[in-house]
Every structure is written in structure tokens, then in C-alpha cells.
């Protein structure tokens, strides 16, 4: 079973690596390719977001091995900081083993001692497997973002779901 725990500068290159594979998947917001994150930079921001009280990069680490990846950030704004906008992945070799189930395990446990009362996040709507894993971890539909990405030459509507904890 994997480990789950905040991520560290030390696993800013096996994150960068994460990522990429990730967003090969076409599922994730930026396009395979589209953004190059050095792993020093990447280093930075894991440092920033995990020194936020109610922000924070989580990993699921098997053998010292990133297999996926979590990241809850939270706005200052009095208003909306009992949220956060939630982004995850996980390596394709790794998909289908529970490693996203975990991280939201971790993630509701986590945002309740943080006093977050609302989570957040966007999907493809034709990611069935992805609209499936978060319902089944509590989260709902609330809307649909039409013609939301550029996918290529054609629209692409979001789902907007959200889970109170």
C-alpha cells in the first residue's frame, strides 16, 4: 500500500515526471508538452504551497517511488477560505490501484483538521473513470462548464463538482 504524506523539495523531480506522464493521459488542463517545470522551480512551489495553512501537495509514495500526486489550494480571500480547488494525478502504471481513493482518504482527513469546509474541482465530463472515482469519494455534480477547453479543434464541457467535509 502506498504511502501517503506531504510532498517534500526532495521529490520535485520524480513530481515533475508525475506530472508530465499525467497530462500525456489528455485529461489534465495543460496539453502534453505544453509546459516545461524544472525541477528546482518545482521545488520552490512545493515549499510555498505546503507553508499555507490550508493549502498543501500531497504524494503517494510506494518504495520511494511518486506513483501520484494531490494538490489542494486554498485562496486568502476571507470569503472563500473555507475552500480549496483540488488537482490530482497519478502515473498511468499506477492507475486502477486504489493510489486515488488514498489520496482523497488522506485529502478529507487532512482539510477537516485544516477547518476547510468545501473541496473543489473540474473534470472533463468524458473522463468517465475520473467522474467515477469522485463520486464514489463523496463528490457531486453541481454543474457543467460548457465549451470549457480547447481540445484540439473541438469543445470540451467541464463537470464542476464539489464535496462538503
Not at 12 to 38: H, W, Y
Not at 73 to 88: C, E, G, K, L, S
Not at 152 to 161: A, K, S
Request: hydrophobic share 40%.
Amino acid at each position: 500500500m502506498a504511502l501517503i504524506r506531504k510532498a517534500a523539495r526532495t521529490d520535485a523531480e520524480q513530481l515533475v515526471k508525475v506530472m508530465e506522464n499525467a497530462e500525456k493521459s489528455g485529461n489534465m488542463l495543460f496539453n502534453p508538452g505544453e509546459r516545461t517545470v524544472s525541477s528546482e522551480a518545482f521545488a520552490d512551489y512545493i515549499e510555498a504551497i505546503n507553508s499555507k495553512e490550508k493549502s498543501g501537495l500531497f504524494v503517494a509514495c510506494e518504495n520511494g517511488r511518486v506513483l501520484g500526486y494531490l494538490i489542494a489550494q486554498n485562496d486568502t480571500p476571507q470569503r472563500i477560505a473555507h475552500r480549496a480547488y483540488i488537482v490530482i494525478g497519478v502515473h498511468k502504471d499506477s492507475r486502477g490501484k486504489d493510489i486515488g481513493s488514498n489520496l482523497f482518504i488522506h485529502l478529507e482527513e487532512w482539510a477537516k483538521k485544516a477547518g476547510l469546509h468545501r473541496l473543489d474541482l473540474t473534470v472533463l465530463c468524458e473522463n468517465k473513470a475520473a467522474v467515477g472515482l469522485y463520486q464514489k469519494m463523496g463528490f457531486e455534480i453541481e454543474g457543467t462548464k460548457r465549451d470549457s477547453l480547447l481540445i484540439g479543434d473541438r469543445f470540451v464541457d467541464e463537470y464542476y463538482m464539489s464535496k462538503l467535509v
